[in-house]
């Protein structure tokens, strides 16, 4: 038996707290998760996995709120993200869909690539990569300027 097709769900605002451990998001019904650590800074394009799940959270300039995406979520129910804010985005093999301004994300047949330009998505831009063993964090940063 198959279970009920997973759709796009567009994001709400959530909030967003920097912490020494970690970022706190507190959804919109109120609850709060806290992915650990530092993250990782990483130029332009982050690629994982396609087996792991995939988390782009783009703050807004003040770094206390903003969106929260999933992608290629196959086990939320469209009923809680929409109660939590979180949006989910699926992609198939071969796809790229701009998730918000200055993010984009591609699909291949075993990778997920997610690109930011931070300047034009005018906050943060973090990637949390996690499947049942392991929780990694990313921050997507512009490259160097190259002094051509």
């Known amino acids: 038996m198959n279970g009920p097709e ?13 912490r020494e451990e970690g970022i706190v998001v507190e959804y919109v019904d109120g609850r709060t998760t806290l992915y650990r650590g530092v993250p990782e800074r990483v ?3 982050l690629t994982a996995v396609s087996t ?16 929260l995406l999933y992608v290629n979520d196959l086990k939320t129910d469209e009923e809680i993200l929409r109660d939590s804010g979180v ?19 591609r699909q291949t047949r075993e990778r997920t690539e997610v690109e930011a330009d931070p300047e034009i998505a005018r906050g943060r831009v973090f990637v949390f990569v996690e499947d049942e063993w392991t929780e990694n964090s990313y921050e997507l940063v512009a490259p160097p300027e190259s002094d051509e």
Do not use: Q
């Not at 997973?6 to 920097?18: A, F, N, S």
């Open 52 to 67: 792991k799940e995939i988390h782009v959270l783009v703050t807004d300039p003040a770094e206390t709120e903003g969106v």
């Open 43 to 45: 130029e332009g394009t």
């Open 87 to 105: 949006g989910r985005i699926v992609l198939d093999s071969g796809d790229e869909e701009e998730l918000f301004p200055g993010v984009t994300a």
């Open 6 to 18: 997973r759709t796009d769900v567009p994001p709400d605002t959530v909030g967003v707290e920097l």
